[in-house]
C-alpha cells in the first residue's frame, strides 16, 4: 500500500473511471437513483476494495475478513460498481439495479447481494453496526478491521454521535470510517441545511484520531489508512473532502444531482467525458 | 423455585447460566442493567457485555454489528425504548436483514407501573409483529421466561422477548416444556376458548375457575408466542367452543387479540371478545391498582366471557 507505483496507480485509475461509468449507466438505466453521492466516492471505494480491505470475492462469507459498512446505504451505486468490477457478480447484473425482481436493491441488501456485509438505508445507523463489528472481531482476536462510509448530512443524525462516543469509549482502534464531505444534501448546501461544522474539532472532541484528505487522491487516501492503522486506542475517521458529482461536468458541485437520473443525452456526455 | 419471580429475573438468571455454556453471547444495556437484570451477566463476564449508554437506537445498531460478525447479542432496555425509541433502528438494521438479535425487552406493559404513561409500553406488541421476520414471545411466568432465553440461543433470527418488571406467580411447574409457536392448552373446555399471554395468563386461569360457578366451561389457553400464532392450535380449539375471549396486558388495538382476530376471521370466524387496555395511555399507580382500574382482571374477563358465549 505504502509503494504505489505510477503503474499502480494507474490501473486504480482505470478502476475508478469505469466505476463512475457504471454509476452512471446504473442510474440511467434505472431512471432513478443517487449519482452524485456516489460518483464523490468512487476514489475512497476503489481504494478499500482494490488496495486496503481484506477480502476474499470467491469467499463472500469468510468468517475473518475486514468488513465494510455503507452507512450512507443511497449511494449504492458506486458501492455496486466496486463488487461489481472486483467480481462479487457479473457486471451485466447492474443494469437491473432497481428493477423488480432483481438482486440489485435501491440500498444494499446483505442477504442478497455477494459482498455486501451490511443492509443499509436508513441514515445514521451504520456507525453503530460498524462498532458491532469492530467488538466483535476484537472479542474474536481476528486481527480484522472495520471500514464504513459516512455522509456528511447524513451526520446530522443523532445515531451517529451516539455511536462516535461508544466507539471511543470502547477503544475501536480497528475501526475506520470515511466520511464523503463533499458539501450538498437534498436540499443544498449543507451549511445552509444544518452545518456540521466545526466537524475535525467535533470529533476529535469525541476523542476520535481525526486526519483530513483529499478524497480524490488515491496516496492521501492510502496515506491516511496508514496513519489510522498505527493509531492505537482509538477509532479513526477520516475527513474526506470531494466533489459531489465528481468526473461528470454538469453534475459537479450540483445538489440537484443526488437523487436524480440522467436522460439518454445526457448519460452519452457523462460517458465521453469518462472515457 | 419460589412461588412468585418477575420474567426479568428470570432472563438475568438465565444469561448467567447460558452465559457459561455458550461464548458467542454477548449482553448489552442502556444504564439500566440493575432493573433489566443484566448487570449479574456484566459482573460475570465482563468483557461480553456493553454498557452503551443512554442511547438505544446505538444499543439496537450495536448488537445488529454484533450479530453480523457471529455473535449472540441479547439487547436488553425497557420495552418502551426498545421498541419505540429505537424502532426504526429495530426495522431496518434487524429485521431487514433478519440478524440475530435479541431484543430483550422488560418494564412492558401497565405493571411497570408508579412511573406512569411514558414509561410503560402498551404498543409494543403491535410495533413489533408488524415488522417482518421479528419473531414476537411474552413468557407467563419466570419457568417459562428461563425457557424462552434457552430458546432464543438456538433459534436463529429476531426475537423481541417481552419481560415485566414486577413479579409474577407460577402458573408452570419445573416439568414444563416451551415450544416456540406452540401454544399450551391449560385448561380443557368446551364453551369457550381464552386465549391469553404475560401477566394474563394466571388471570385467566382465575377466571375458568369462577366461570365454573356460572356453568361455564372454558378452556385456557396460554399463547406465548405472539408471532408466529399457533393458528392450528386456536382453530382446532376454536371449532370447539365457538368463542373466544383474548387477555393480554397491551392496548386492545395491534395486540393479541388483533392477532388472533386475524386468524379467525380468515379460517373460522366466532365472536370474540378482547380484554386489554382500552386504547388509552395508563397513568402512574402500584401495579394491582392499575390492573384493576384498566380493567385487566379475572373478574373483567368472566364478564367478556359471557359477552362471548351470549354471542355465539
Not at chain 2, 408466529?228 to 386492545?252: G, R
Not at chain 2, 380484554?275 to 391498582?289: K, L, M
Request: aromatic share 6%; with cysteine; hydrophobic share 40%.
Amino acid at each position: 500500500m505504502n509503494n504505489l507505483n505510477n503503474e499502480r496507480k494507474n490501473q486504480l485509475e482505470n478502476t475508478a473511471k469505469a466505476v463512475r461509468r457504471h454509476i452512471v449507466n446504473m442510474v440511467t438505466d434505472a431512471k432513478s437513483g443517487h449519482p452524485g453521492g456516489s460518483l464523490s466516492a468512487v476514489e475512497v471505494m476503489t481504494a478499500l476494495y482494490f488496495e486496503v480491505m481484506d477480502v476474499d470475492v470467491k469467499q463472500p462469507q469468510k468468517e475473518i475478513r475486514d468488513r465494510f459498512v455503507l452507512s450512507k446505504g443511497h449511494a449504492t451505486p458506486v458501492l455496486y460498481g466496486v463488487l461489481a468490477e472486483k467480481g462479487y457478480f457479473p457486471k451485466e447484473e447492474l443494469t437491473s439495479f432497481r428493477k423488480v425482481n432483481t438482486l440489485l436493491q435501491g440500498h444494499p441488501d446483505m442477504k442478497e447481494i455477494p459482498g455486501v456485509d451490511m443492509s443499509s438505508g436508513s441514515l445514521g445507523q451504520g456507525l453503530s453496526v460498524a462498532n458491532g463489528m469492530a467488538l466483535a472481531q476484537k472479542l474474536n482476536n481476528t486481527g480484522k478491521k472495520v471500514y464504513t462510509l459516512l455522509g456528511d448530512g447524513e451526520i446530522q443524525e443523532g445515531q451517529i454521535w451516539e455511536a462516535a462516543m461508544t466507539a471511543a469509549h470502547y477503544k475501536l482502534d480497528n475501526l475506520v470510517a470515511f466520511l464523503d464531505f463533499n458539501g450538498l444534501q437534498i436540499d443544498g448546501d449543507i451549511d445552509n441545511v444544518m452545518s456540521p461544522t466545526p466537524l475535525k474539532e467535533k470529533w476529535e472532541a469525541f476523542n476520535w484520531h481525526v486526519q483530513e484528505i483529499d478524497g480524490h487522491c488515491f496516496e492521501e487516501i492510502f496515506a491516511a489508512i496508514e496513519k489510522a492503522n498505527e493509531t492505537k486506542g482509538k477509532p479513526s475517521i477520516i475527513i474526506a473532502k470531494t466533489v459531489k458529482g465528481k468526473g461528470v461536468s454538469f453534475m459537479e458541485n450540483n445538489a440537484g444531482w443526488h437523487g436524480s437520473a440522467p436522460s439518454e443525452e445526457q448519460r452519452q456526455q457523462a460517458l465521453k467525458e469518462l472515457e | 423455585m419460589t412461588k412468585e419471580m418477575a420474567t426479568r429475573e428470570a432472563y438475568g438468571n438465565a444469561l448467567v447460566q447460558l452465559g457459561e455454556k455458550n461464548e458467542d453471547i454477548v449482553v448489552l444495556d442502556a444504564d439500566l442493567s440493575k432493573s433489566t437484570k443484566t448487570a449479574g451477566f456484566g459482573e460475570k463476564f465482563p468483557n461480553r457485555f456493553f454498557n452503551i449508554g443512554i442511547a438505544e437506537a446505538d444499543l439496537v445498531g450495536t448488537a445488529a454489528g454484533l450479530a453480523a460478525a457471529g455473535k449472540i447479542p441479547f439487547a436488553s432496555t425497557f420495552a418502551i425504548f426498545a421498541t419505540g425509541r429505537a424502532y426504526d433502528q429495530v426495522r431496518n438494521s434487524v429485521c431487514y436483514p433478519r440478524l440475530n438479535v435479541k431484543l430483550a425487552a422488560t418494564h412492558a406493559g401497565i405493571t411497570v407501573g408508579e412511573d406512569g404513561a411514558t414509561h410503560q409500553a402498551l404498543e409494543d406488541i403491535a410495533l413489533m409483529r408488524a415488522i417482518p421476520n421479528m419473531t414476537v414471545v411474552v413468557p407467563a411466568d419466570g419457568i417459562e421466561a428461563q425457557q424462552v432465553i434457552e430458546a432464543a440461543v438456538e433459534y436463529d433470527g429476531p426475537m423481541y422477548i417481552r419481560l415485566g418488571r414486577s413479579k409474577v406467580p407460577m402458573v408452570n411447574d419445573e416439568s414444563y416444556k416451551f415450544e416456540l409457536g406452540k401454544g399450551v392448552v391449560l385448561k380443557e373446555g368446551s364453551d369457550v376458548t381464552i386465549v391469553a399471554a404475560g401477566v394474563m395468563v394466571n388471570e385467566a386461569i382465575k377466571a375458568a375457575e369462577a366461570l365454573k360457578a356460572d356453568g361455564i366451561d372454558a378452556e385456557v389457553i396460554n399463547i406465548h408466542t405472539v408471532k408466529p400464532l399457533d393458528k392450528e392450535l386456536l382453530i382446532s380449539s376454536v371449532a370447539k367452543t365457538k368463542a373466544v375471549v383474548t387477555a393480554e396486558e397491551h392496548n386492545i388495538m395491534g395486540g393479541l387479540g388483533s392477532a388472533v382476530c386475524e386468524v379467525l376471521s380468515q379460517n373460522q370466524p366466532v365472536p370474540v371478545e378482547m380484554v386489554g387496555v382500552n386504547d388509552t395511555f395508563g397513568e402512574s399507580g402500584t401495579p394491582q391498582a392499575l390492573l384493576e382500574k384498566y380493567g385487566l382482571t379475572a373478574e373483567a374477563i368472566a364478564e367478556k366471557v359471557h359477552k362471548a358465549v351470549k354471542r355465539k
